[in-house]
């Protein structure tokens, strides 16, 4: 039997066009731009308020989590990114000496930040505060790139996080040549030719690369800023992060809702590495 062809219904190849022919005028254009860029000014406003009002929120949440052992180690190997920049056994050893981590925002472009990690004394280092700032180098205002009345300047609207930000590098003091874990275990550089690859490193080697070396190829700084640390309960709890649970464990959390959770000893969820 041949097969047949589907005949097309009249006037299909109209409606295919319908919305094809519009024509957008340079008046409607401006308009649209001008509705663009106050939508911009709206949520740069709202966001930067959000942050504000949080702060004291999370200053709260930092003298809860103080009384709880290993609460950050926990929170950030919970989360997939990071697990794999910490995969060596010794990372791991070196973060469960971490007491807390706090973020400090740029009072002129609050995008840009500071990432603090602060460690009580331990074997491999003699630092307290390992620091890696994302620093604002966007040049300064011109004149007519004034303030409006939220504080909100065109050159914020036109923020590029390429281009107006340069991470930091902190020299780590190693207490020892065998603790020195960015030596023992470098970052070695992708040999892919391929451009969309080619910032990925090989072996992103020890975690602590991440403070001593500038550039920051997984956003590894970026996962915690805007994940991590928001949302640093649900990480230790294992509510974030992981792979979703195995249906057969999905079963015994329903029949146990009422399971009072420990957190001595969280239930962490499955990670991908």
């Not at 966007?138 to 050159?155: L, S, Y």
């Not at 974030?240 to 146990?256: F, N, P, R, V």
């Amino acid at each position: 039997m041949t097969k047949g062809t589907k005949r097309a219904s009249p006037g299909a190849d109209e409606e295919k066009n319908l919305f094809g022919s519009v024509e957008l005028s340079d008046e409607d254009a401006k308009r649209l731009d001008v509705v663009q860029k106050e939508l911009q000014r709206a949520e740069l406003v709202v966001e930067r308020e959000v942050q504000t009002k949080l702060v004291p929120v999370y200053e709260k949440r930092r003298e809860v989590v103080k009384t709880i052992p290993k609460f950050w180690p926990i929170a950030l190997l919970n989360h997939n990114v990071f697990a794999i920049y910490a995969q060596h056994n010794a990372d791991q050893v070196a973060l469960s000496y971490l007491e807390d981590v706090w973020i400090v925002r740029d009072p002129r472009e609050f995008r840009c930040y500071t990432i603090e990690f602060h460690f009580k004394e331990n074997p491999y280092f003699h630092d307290q505060v390992l620091k890696k700032e994302y620093q604002y180098v966007a040049a300064h205002a011109t004149e007519d790139d004034k303030p409006d009345e939220d504080g909100i300047t065109q050159r914020m609207l036109e923020f590029s996080w390429e281009r107006d930000i340069k991470p930091s590098t902190t020299k780590i003091n190693w207490k020892d040549e065998d603790k020195a874990l960015t030596k023992l275990y470098p970052r070695k550089e992708s040999e892919v030719e391929d451009e969309e690859d080619e910032d990925i490193p090989a072996d992103s080697g020890s975690f602590f690369n991440f403070f001593e070396l500038e550039s920051d190829p997984l956003e590894i700084g970026v996962s915690i800023c805007n994940e991590i640390f928001p949302e640093a309960i649900d990480y230790f709890l294992g509510r974030a992060g992981g792979e979703s649970l195995d249906s057969d464990e999905e079963d015994e959390d329903d029949d146990d809702d009422a399971e009072e959770i420990d957190l001595e000893k969280p239930k962490a969820k499955k990670q991908k590495v």
